[in-house]
């Protein structure tokens, strides 16, 4: 088999998951190379994402060299994918699923035992860090006197701004935080009756040409059929809804009982108006059961909301 041309950011985050993908290839028999991507994401770092004005911003570049033939297979954070894939691409496999809840994390000092008890010490007006509207939307309830004020950076540099005192807390997703040795930095992992975590969040995606048999082959030992199926039917609910990654849409799919329990949830960016849904059914039909949770959004008012987030 030829050498594979592995597409990638460069973040640490982005670079751990492309390691671990060479990797599992690698122990397969396969020969992996890395090439790093700079994609508009890495270059907005100081413009807070709602400003961006793209669907595709952490994932064009890399997909652009996929399909020209630069590279043989892209590694994404799923939940930086569009819904819609470009034609001719699709997602061959995915990784175990890390931890897919939001993490709230306070100073470097601070020490808490449970999500009570940081919201306690937060007191009436924090200053929480999060550039993720659905983030704001859904914590506007549970944090009601704080001000959300956007944040961006890698892990570690948006940790540095919270010890620095620029924040009272920041909100980052507990996988990015768990792959990078940060898992002592989560002050509490907020659940996601209360946060709904993004589609996708906290799963690897490996992306390749649709045509290309060979590189599919190569990755079906290394995928995980659960963390598929979830990502199957996350994602059907972005789709059905028109959503994007930087809209206040939330879905999660766990498994149980042989069965999923999916979670959605639709807010406008204030989090005046919330709509949450649930839906459970067979694994095996995925992505009936995302289109089931998508049509109960929808009938709570989920597409004007939705609409009403686009146009701001």
Same mark, same amino acid.
């Given at each position: 088999?030829? =050498?594979?041309?592995?597409?990638?950011?460069?973040?640490?985050?982005?670079?751990?998951?492309?390691?671990?993908?060479? !990797?599992?290839?690698?122990?397969? !028999?396969?020969?992996?190379?890395?090439?790093?991507?700079? =994609?508009?994401?890495?270059? /907005?770092?100081?413009? +807070?994402?709602?400003? =961006?004005?793209?669907?595709?911003? #952490?994932?064009?570049?890399?997909?652009?060299?996929?399909?020209?033939?630069?590279?043989?297979?892209?590694?994404?954070?799923?939940?930086?994918?569009?819904?819609?894939?470009?034609? $001719?691409?699709?997602?061959?496999?995915?990784?175990?699923?890390?931890? +897919?809840?939001?993490?709230?994390?306070?100073?470097?000092?601070?020490?808490?035992?449970?999500?009570?008890?940081?919201?306690?010490?937060?007191?009436?007006? +924090?200053?929480?860090?999060?550039?993720?509207?659905?983030?704001?939307?859904?914590?506007?309830?549970?944090?009601?006197?704080?001000? #959300?004020?956007?944040?961006?950076?890698?892990?570690? =540099?948006? /940790?540095?701004?919270?010890?620095?005192?620029? #924040?009272?807390?920041?909100?980052?997703?507990?996988?990015?935080?768990?792959?990078?040795? #940060?898992?002592?930095?989560?002050?509490?992992?907020?659940?996601?009756?209360?946060?709904? +975590?993004?589609?996708?969040?906290?799963?690897?995606?490996?992306?390749?040409?649709?045509?290309?048999?060979?590189?599919?082959?190569?990755?079906?030992?290394?995928?995980?059929?659960?963390?598929?199926?979830?990502?199957?039917?996350?994602?059907?609910?972005?789709?059905?809804?028109?959503?994007?990654?930087? /809209?206040?849409?939330?879905?999660?799919?766990?498994?149980?009982?042989?069965?999923?329990?999916?979670?959605?949830?639709?807010?406008?960016?204030?989090?005046?108006?919330?709509?949450?849904?649930?839906?459970? $059914?067979?694994?095996?039909?995925?992505?009936?059961?995302?289109?089931?949770?998508?049509?109960?959004?929808?009938?709570?008012?989920?597409?004007?909301?939705?609409?009403?987030?686009?146009?701001?």
């Amino acid at each position: 088999m030829r =050498t594979l041309t592995l597409g990638t950011r460069g973040s640490a985050l982005a670079l751990w998951q492309a390691r671990t993908v060479a !990797g599992l290839l690698e122990a397969s !028999g396969a020969r992996v190379e890395l090439a790093i991507i700079r =994609t508009e994401g890495d270059r /907005l770092q100081q413009r +807070p994402l709602t400003e =961006t004005g793209t669907k595709r911003l #952490f994932v064009k570049e890399i997909e652009d060299a996929l399909m020209r033939g630069d590279v043989d297979l892209a590694v994404h954070s799923a939940k930086d994918m569009p819904a819609v894939l470009p034609d $001719g691409l699709d997602i061959a496999a995915v990784l175990p699923r890390e931890d +897919p809840r939001d993490a709230l994390v306070l100073g470097e000092s601070v020490k808490v035992v449970d999500l009570a008890a940081a919201v306690a010490h937060l007191g009436e007006t +924090p200053v929480v860090g999060t550039s993720s509207v659905r983030r704001v939307a859904q914590l506007s309830g549970l944090l009601p006197q704080a001000t #959300f004020a956007p944040i961006r950076g890698n892990v570690d =540099t948006r /940790l540095r701004k919270l010890d620095a005192g620029e #924040f009272h807390a920041i909100v980052l997703a507990a996988a990015g935080m768990r792959r990078l040795g #940060f898992a002592a930095r989560i002050s509490a992992a907020i659940p996601v009756e209360v946060c709904v +975590p993004a589609p996708g969040q906290g799963i690897v995606a490996v992306e390749i040409r649709s045509d290309d048999d060979e590189t599919r082959r190569a990755l079906a030992p290394i995928s995980d059929h659960p963390a598929a199926v979830s990502l199957i039917a996350e994602r059907t609910v972005v789709e059905a809804l028109g959503g994007g990654c930087q /809209l206040p849409l939330g879905a999660i799919a766990l498994h149980a009982s042989g069965g999923l329990q999916l979670y959605g949830v639709v807010a406008s960016p204030d989090g005046r108006q919330v709509i949450r849904r649930e839906a459970t $059914g067979p694994a095996s039909d995925a992505a009936a059961l995302g289109r089931q949770l998508a049509d109960a959004l929808a009938e709570g008012g989920a597409r004007a909301i939705l609409n009403d987030a686009r146009k701001a």
